[in-house]
C-alpha cells in the first residue's frame, strides 16, 4: 500500500507525516490523519500534490519560503 507523505515548504526536506489515508483542508490550516489515527495539524496551506508519487506539499505559515 503505499499512502501520501507530507512535506513542509520543499519537496527534499524530511516527511512530517507518512502514511496518510485522510486530509481536510481549511482556510488557514491543514488537518491530516494517517491509516493508523495519528492526526497532525499544519498552520498553513496546501501547496501542491503529486498523486503518482503520493506526496503532498505543504507551505507552513510564517516560513518565508517558497516551494
Not at 15 to 30: F, G, N, S, T
Not at 44 to 56: M, W, Y
Request: proline share 3%; charged share 30%.
Amino acid at each position: 500500500m503505499c499512502l501520501a507523505k507530507a512535506y513542509l515548504n520543499k519537496w527534499n526536506n524530511e516527511p512530517v507525516l507518512q502514511d496518510i489515508a485522510y486530509m481536510r483542508l481549511h482556510d488557514e490550516r491543514v488537518e491530516l490523519e494517517t491509516l493508523f489515527g495519528e492526526e497532525k495539524v499544519v498552520l498553513g496551506k496546501l501547496v501542491e500534490v503529486d498523486f503518482a508519487a503520493s506526496k503532498i506539499l505543504l507551505n507552513e505559515h510564517g516560513s518565508g519560503q517558497k516551494p
